[in-house]
């Protein structure tokens, strides 16, 4: 109290002659021992050019957690207490915030999970505390996924990632974390294997070949990600294989050596997409006119072929889906697909890739959200990875209608309530307001307050959801 007394004194022109010191708000954190619980006093000055005019004064407390059964203040005395106060016209807003994807609970086990998907609301003339959000409401969606989530339709492509990650790591550090391979049978026996039905299809795979170098990313048609494209070409076969069995650098050393082998004796001309970067790719391609360059697996070049190898094929992935989902074009997604940046930055843009995707089949999934808002989704994410780094972290959000996702708004989903009552005009509106919230809006509480005294049943189960009840409020006090 005598701070904020003091910052009164000191704004008042009345009392405080000369220049006033131009001060921040000026907010106090309190002992919570009085009768209201207050949690936080402040104040701050309101001016008129240079010159102070009044100083705003704020108040608020917090109580509970309280359920329905012990009844929240009302509304009608909410705007009584503003009222009270500021003898003015007043409007009043809502707001909501509920949870609709995140941790879970199974079997009274609280899953943690990093990803979340919460829809803010906001509507005018609230006509009772805890009101649905009326369907005149505007609703934006809040998304943060992380990848790796297991309830995720893409965490296998997480995984094949993740392979790929440490392969750039090794590149980078010198030193490559192999990880348990995902086969019981040898690299070098699967390459082998690949190898020896390839021979028996030669001549087949060469007419695929030349078919295929008319084909393009856009008209490669397949109906989901979720799936294993049917359109693998030789590297993104050997990818595969290669991927789930190599446990060391000499495997990878001996695969290669066994596919280069087989290239420079004509043994098999396998099929290979016509966008294809990779160094193999392009032997394959030789290997058409029986002009291999010659190729030194030594030092980091196995590990730098097969890092180009699972790039290609993770990009065509990902990018085949966007186009053939008609979520983007290829000129779009030029950023993405640009192969003349360096390695590790291909990692990084394939990983903005997948993240994108995370997030858009999570709300096509889990959400059930249509293709209109998954395309401005798509677009949005697409322009901000462009200029921004990867950052999974960064809240995406998404307008969208209330009537879309109002049947996924269940009260027991509710996270934040609260409604605005205010009267005047910029600084020197006045508000009081009332927010009710599932967890502690401060750190400071007591520990006997922020414990949630649930109303249960005789199983034990959860009956009534309970709130703290967080009431702001202020005062104008006018100088002129």
Not at 55 to 63: A, F, N, P, Q
Not at 309 to 323: A, P
Not at 383 to 400: A, G, M, R, S, T
Not at 427 to 440: A, G
């Amino acid at each position: 109290g005598q701070l904020l007394s003091l910052f009164v004194i000191s704004q008042n022109p009345a009392i405080s002659q000369g220049v006033k010191p131009v001060l921040h708000p000026l907010w106090v954190r309190c002992d919570m021992l009085d009768s209201e619980v207050t949690i936080w006093l402040g104040a701050e000055a309101i001016h008129n050019g240079s010159k102070v005019t009044a100083v705003k004064l704020h108040s608020i407390t917090c109580k509970g957690p309280s359920t329905a059964k012990c009844p929240f203040v009302r509304l009608d005395e909410l705007k009584q207490l503003h009222s009270e106060r500021h003898h003015s016209c007043m409007v009043s807003r809502g707001f909501a915030k509920y949870n609709l994807f995140g941790s879970t609970v199974v079997e009274n086990t609280v899953i943690e999970s990093q990803s979340s998907v919460t829809v803010d609301f906001r509507w005018n003339n609230v006509k009772s505390i805890l009101q649905t959000p009326p369907l005149s409401s505007t609703a934006t969606l809040n998304i943060k996924v992380a990848s790796g989530d297991i309830r995720s339709p893409l965490y296998q492509f997480y995984k094949e990632l993740e392979f790929v990650q440490i392969l750039a790591d090794g590149l980078r550090t010198g030193v490559t974390e192999w990880v348990e391979p995902l086969e019981a049978t040898s690299a070098v026996e699967l390459t082998r294997a690949l190898i020896e039905d390839l021979q028996d299809k030669a001549k087949t795979m060469e007419n695929k070949a030349i078919n295929a170098s008319e084909q393009s990313v856009e008209n490669t048609m397949f109906n989901t990600l979720l799936t294993q494209r049917g359109d693998l070409d030789f590297v993104e076969q050997l990818w595969v294989k290669m991927r789930r069995s190599v446990t060391s650098y000499q495997d990878i050393v001996d695969c290669l050596q066994l596919v280069i082998k087989a290239l420079k004796y004509g043994d098999i001309k396998p099929w290979i997409h016509r966008d294809s970067s990779s160094s193999l790719s392009k032997l394959v391609l030789q290997s058409y006119s029986a002009q291999l360059e010659p190729v030194s697996l030594t030092g980091l070049v196995p590990v730098h072929m097969l890092l180009e190898m699972g790039l290609d094929k993770m990009r065509k992935d990902y990018i085949n889906y966007l186009i053939s989902q008609e979520l983007a074009t290829l000129k779009g997604l030029s950023y993405y697909i640009n192969t003349e940046v360096d390695l590790q930055e291909q990692v990084v843009r394939v990983r903005k890739l997948h993240h994108l995707l995370e997030m858009v089949v999570t709300c096509s999934t889990f959400l059930g959200l249509t293709y209109e808002h998954l395309f401005v989704l798509t677009q949005s994410c697409l322009q901000y990875y462009e200029v921004n780094p990867y950052n999974e972290d960064h809240n995406f959000q998404l307008q969208i209608r209330p009537a879309v996702i109002s049947s996924l708004c269940q009260r027991e989903n509710l996270l934040t309530w609260g409604v605005e009552v205010s009267s005047g005009q910029g600084s020197r509106e006045v508000k009081t307001s009332l927010q009710l919230t599932d967890r502690s809006p401060v750190e400071h509480l007591p520990s006997d307050i922020t414990e949630f005294p649930f109303e249960t049943t005789v199983n034990g189960e959860c009956e009534e959801q309970a709130y703290f009840v967080t009431t702001a409020s202020c005062s104008l006090l006018s100088f002129v």
